[in-house]
């Protein structure tokens, strides 16, 4: 069984498209996040929600809108997609931490090219 | 968070011990070390962590010096399959709860 699961696995899209990604995880986790991989390898975080709640939000354009129908879920959905926005993205989730004794698990990544 | 220091690549024959170093020397009290991977373009895959304490598991080792101010990941006996992206990763979260990726060391085991 895989633990995050992140769906297509391959984006192709012209600029200016609308497309979503889908992140679903099995563990029973209560937080789930996005990152973005850009071509220089640099992962960074772009949302955390917990409990179907945002807690963050790392300056991303509002382009890109994440959505959380349950804990188990989370949907990224970009607008207007632009050149830039081509990368790896990678959905993980962890159990959210009132201390720090727990670890993440990432699932395969999406790759989203931009044409 | 803290931030680390990693050295960007290293090279370890295989069946020997790869030891990879970090530096994070601004480390505080209630920050844990973490150690993740990433083979190829693969998701980031989670090794091993610790606050004070040596740590060991089926993986790697982790080394602590008394200070907290650096550590060492050990891979006892690296494979062709340990070829990764390896990063170091000081984090406290109980204020916010992110990972912060620096650029890691690039692990080639070569036969």
């Known amino acids: 069984d895989t633990a995050v699961s992140q769906t297509p696995k391959y984006l192709v899209t012209q600029m200016g498209n609308d497309k979503s990604i889908k992140c679903e995880q099995n563990l029973g986790h209560d937080t789930m996040y996005w990152y973005k991989q850009d071509s220089k390898k640099f992962l960074k975080i772009m949302f955390s929600?917990?409990?179907?709640?945002?807690?963050i939000n790392e300056t991303v354009p509002n382009r890109f809108s994440p959505k959380s129908p349950d804990k188990a879920h989370l949907n990224l959905h970009i607008n207007s997609l632009e050149l830039g926005d081509s990368a790896v993205y990678f959905c993980?989730?962890?159990?959210?931490?009132?201390?720090?004794?727990?670890?993440?698990?990432f699932g395969q990544g999406t790759r989203l090219t931009v044409v | 968070d803290a931030k680390t220091t990693q050295p960007p690549s290293m090279d370890c024959a295989e069946g020997r011990a790869a030891n990879l170093p970090c530096n994070h020397s601004?480390?505080?009290?209630?920050?844990?070390v973490y150690w993740y991977r990433q083979i190829h373009s693969q998701g980031p895959q989670y090794i091993i962590h610790?606050?004070?304490n040596n740590e060991t598991n089926e993986m790697a080792s982790l080394i602590i010096t008394e200070d907290r101010k650096s550590s060492t990941l050990i891979l006892p006996h690296a494979t062709l399959r340990d070829t990764a992206v390896y990063y170091c990763?000081?984090?406290?979260?109980?204020?916010?709860?992110?990972?912060?990726f620096g650029t890691g060391t690039r692990l080639q085991v070569f036969p």
């Open positions: 993980a989730s962890s159990q959210l931490l009132v201390n720090s004794n727990t670890e993440a698990f």
């Open positions: 601004t480390i505080s009290g209630n920050e844990y």
């Open positions: 929600y917990n409990n179907k709640e945002l807690i």
């Open positions: 610790g606050l004070k």
């Open positions: 990763i000081v984090r406290v979260s109980y204020n916010t709860d992110k990972l912060i």
